[in-house]
């Protein structure tokens, strides 16, 4: 049972992630139960599950960030499941749009292969698809654990590919793409710099945070600058300007910033 450790006990820990992880699924049938999902209830209901998606897959690839710079090793006993629950999600959202479609099979494999957010979404989930099946003890066994983490390792490319799909299907209002966006390349970035099986110092992190941050404010302003109509140097100086929203360079930059915080109160050494 996903819910007990390797000794058969019961896990709060992964009992508690295992019950929050329907919970996003739950709320949104509710919702559309209800008849709160607007005119076209599928089509809401499917980016709600695919934007779940996207958050479930970035709190897998933060488990191991968390994990050293928190110090807390247990983190690591619901990383799997996580991963697990970003593929469902996954695969229900693909399910909602092919419902949309009417459920003609004809007509979503057209979709895809001529839409490129599209093609990129489903690369995306055909690559969790991969990781999940590969992602049980026997499988771990047979492929030897220097492959099957080089395989895993795909988990960031889809990641980027995903905030990638978010962003082309967005269009115009980017701000949450940009965010999800942002904090992957914090956590690619965070890969690059960590040493072996442990966590860079919090002035590495600062600087991280600051880079990242720097990186989603020029993504934003290209962006803008290449898809849309509208001015992206107002979008750029919007970063500077308090009395407006946060940006989402300021949230990653908060995001990085409470890492290395962490880091720095959890004791600043290897």
């Known amino acids: 049972m996903p819910w007990r450790d390797r000794d058969g006990r019961i896990s709060v820990l ?4 295992f019950l929050a992880l329907f919970v996003p699924g739950l709320w949104t049938l509710a919702v559309w139960l209800g008849g709160d999902l607007g005119p076209e209830p599928r089509r809401a209901a499917m980016k709600e599950i695919g934007q779940y998606t996207r958050y479930l ?12 710079v928190l110090r807390v090793p247990r983190l690591m006993t619901v990383r799997r499941m996580v991963g697990l629950g970003a593929l469902g999600y996954g695969l229900i959202h693909l399910a909602l749009y092919v419902a949309h479609q009417n459920f003609s099979l004809g007509r979503v494999a057209s979709e895809i292969a001529l839409r490129l957010y599209l093609t990129i979404g489903f690369v995306a989930l055909l690559g ?25 390792r795909l988990a960031y490319p889809i990641a980027v590919l995903a905030a990638v799909h978010f962003i082309l299907h967005a269009k115009s209002n980017v701000t949450t793409p940009m965010v999800m966006a942002g904090l992957t390349l914090w956590l690619l970035g965070y890969r690059a710099v960590a040493p072996q099986g442990g966590a860079p110092g ?14 989603t404010a020029a993504m934003e302003f290209g962006w803008y600058a290449l898809a849309t109509g509208i001015n992206p140097w107002r979008v750029l100086a919007a970063n500077l300007d308090p009395a ?17 915080l962490a880091r720095l109160l959890r004791g600043d050494r290897p």
Do not use: F, N, Y
């Open 202 to 215: 919090a002035a590495v992190l600062a600087a991280l945070a600051l880079g990242a941050a720097a990186a």
């Open 57 to 68: 897959l970035l709190l897998s690839l933060l488990v191991t960030p968390a994990r050293q």
């Open 244 to 260: 407006l929203a946060p940006r989402p360079a300021a949230w990653v930059l908060l995001a990085g910033g409470a890492m290395a």
């Open 14 to 17: 992964k009992l508690s992630v």
């Open 128 to 152: 969790l698809v991969a990781l999940g099946a590969t992602s049980t003890d026997g499988m771990i066994r047979r492929l030897g654990g220097a492959a099957w983490r080089r395989l895993h």
